[in-house]
């Protein structure tokens, strides 16, 4: 049995009828800080583990503090300026639900989680019966004619509506399956298993080891359970004087919890998991969790605290054992969601503060491909920033931003473009990604004195709004060094550090015959852009030092690829 697919509506960032769909494998949630990917994690475990990452306290007050802020915020606004009219129907709650897919349906386990029962909003009809679990907090119908009577008494007392407050206090907690029964974590048919990276709040170490051992199903518990009651009742304690005559002192067996002190132990290390480094303890709880019943496995962030040798290590062990799992795993490592393949990821962002997926597989195969191979290419710099240029080298990368100067933007503005090399000038990958995520994003890349290029490149500025590729419309501009050259040639003819040089045979086809035909017609021009071309990385550096003194004139293309990028329009 998987999830297939989970609904909030109410729940701490989600403000209302967020709907997420799952495959039975590997599942990678990624985004910005802040957009909700614990928070999934947080709704799932809650419903099917009766808990958050955060323990949520024993009375219904605790869960209060998870109301999505403007849905509370919304109630209370009525409730303040509206007081008659407010009613119990106006005040806030909260709803998760998980559906969930057997593997088998024929199969009358499952019989209890298959009804009708689930949110209306979480599918367009209720002519379906689903699998599933539902959690709700909400106003208790028991408590009715209580409410209306703390409503009423702002209103006779003349109490000043700015003090009315939601009455928690009349709320109540359920989790139900979709045939309508009490559902509690002992139930779960997933097994599900929570690995939280990153802080903890409470007893992280016992939280783990109590879903660790709710995986070894019913009967290996009560055993384990009858065996430490009959060991408990060996132990007592002895009394001095006459009090050990009358009273005996000892362990209550039926007042301790096993599950409350059940910790994990390395055998090899003879030595408890807590008391590990943070990295090895990760990595122990990801081996555990992978071997055990647990059909469902959720990790928060694995590459915390592991370096990127044991994060490989983490990667590779999860490849090797997750075959019959199903994972959910939130993540900013690239380099994990590439080596668990792109089109398993899921980006979540946000538009006019609500949630919004997209899921990578809607990306072109060759390009999936293209980015699982690449894995040096930090991808989540092209789908995180609000700007980006793409460039073809280590040149252009190093110059960008002293270009950016030069044309007159801010720091700020600087700082908002991130700036990425593709190492070649091969952009479509690049393209299908920014145009997927919607991110607005500009290629400079050279023409290499090709008419064909630059067709092709005006072809493909039809493609997507948000992407456009900036080159020299002139074939004689056919690279990025001369392109500054050209724009800056009156500063560069003059100086003695740009030397001459003959073409000779080391350049490749197209610049030996380019560079040559320059020597014939301007040979001073022709022989410095020899110069300059014959060692990219030392004209680099030519290019950085006259900045200093003079600075340099932006070529046209790269000038006007700026301007599209800031234009708001």
């Known amino acids: 049995m998987w999830i297939k697919k989970l609904f909030i509506d109410g729940f701490k960032g989600f403000e209302k009828d967020f709907s997420l769909d799952f495959t039975p494998n590997k599942n990678i949630i990624i985004g910005k800080n802040g957009v909700g990917k614990t928070t999934i994690l947080q709704a799932i475990n809650l419903v099917l583990q009766q808990r958050g990452v955060v323990t949520f306290g024993n009375g219904s007050l605790s869960y209060a503090n998870y109301i999505n802020s403007a849905i509370l915020s919304s109630s209370l606004s009525k409730a303040r300026t509206q007081l008659a009219d407010f009613t119990d129907e106006d005040l806030p709650q909260m709803t998760i639900a998980v559906e969930l897919e057997p593997d088998d349906q024929s199969d009358p386990k499952y019989s209890d989680f298959l009804g009708y029962n689930y949110p209306n909003l979480m599918y367009d009809n209720k002519s379906e019966a689903r699998y599933g679990i539902q959690f709700e907090y909400k106003f208790d119908k028991f408590f009715e004619n209580d409410f209306e009577n703390y409503v009423k008494s702002f209103i006779s007392e003349n109490k000043k509506e700015d003090n ?288 064909e290029r630059i067709k092709k490149i005006k072809e493909d500025n039809d493609k997507y709004s948000n992407v456009r590729i900036f080159t020299p419309n002139n074939t004689n501009i056919w690279t990025f060094e001369v392109a500054i050259f050209a724009k800056n040639c009156d500063y560069f003819m003059d100086d003695q550090d740009f030397k001459e040089s003959e073409v000779g045979s080391s350049f490749n086809k197209t610049y030996t015959e380019r560079l040559e035909n320059l020597v014939k017609a301007y040979p001073t021009v022709g022989k410095k852009l020899s110069y300059l071309l014959r060692d990219k990385t030392r004209s680099t550096k030519l290019f950085l030092r006259k900045d200093k003194d003079k600075k340099l004139e932006v070529p046209d293309y790269i000038s006007d690829s700026f301007k599209w990028l800031f234009d708001e329009n």
């Open 164 to 451: 009315f407050e939601i009455p928690f206090e009349f709320y109540s907690v359920s989790w139900t399956t979709f045939a309508g029964q009490n559902y509690n974590a002992a139930k779960d048919p997933l097994k599900s298993i929570l690995i939280d990276n990153d802080a903890f709040t409470g007893n992280p170490y016992n939280m783990f080891a109590q879903t660790l051992y709710a995986t070894m199903g019913q009967i290996p518990q009560l055993h384990s359970r009858i065996n430490f009651r009959n060991e408990s009742k060996k132990v007592n304690f002895p009394l001095s004087g006459q009090n050990e005559e009358n009273y005996q002192l000892l362990i209550n067996p039926n007042s301790v919890d096993l599950e409350r002190i059940v910790d994990v132990k390395d055998k090899q290390k003879d030595i408890y998991i807590r008391d590990l480094g943070s990295g090895e303890e990760n990595l122990i709880k990801t081996k555990l969790s992978l071997k055990s019943k647990s059909s469902l496995i959720m990790i928060e962030e694995p590459e915390n605290h592991l370096t990127a040798e044991k994060t490989r290590e983490q990667l590779e062990l999860i490849k090797s054992e997750s075959k019959a799992k199903q994972l959910i795993i939130t993540t900013h490592n690239p380099e994990i969601i590439t080596t668990l393949d792109l089109k398993n990821s899921i980006w979540l962002s946000k538009y006019d503060n609500q949630p919004f997926i997209t899921k990578m597989k809607k990306l072109p195969s060759d390009t999936i491909d293209f980015f699982n191979r690449r894995d040096d290419l930090d991808f989540l710099r092209i789908i995180t920033a609000k700007r980006i240029i793409i460039v073809e080298g280590a040149a252009e990368y190093v110059l960008m931003r002293v270009f950016l100067r030069n044309a007159g933007y801010t720091e700020a503005q600087i700082n908002s473009v991130e700036i990425i090399s593709m190492v070649g000038r091969y952009y479509k990958p690049f393209n299908d990604l920014a145009g997927l995520v919607n991110n607005k994003l500009a290629v400079i890349t050279d023409n290499d004195g090709e008419d």
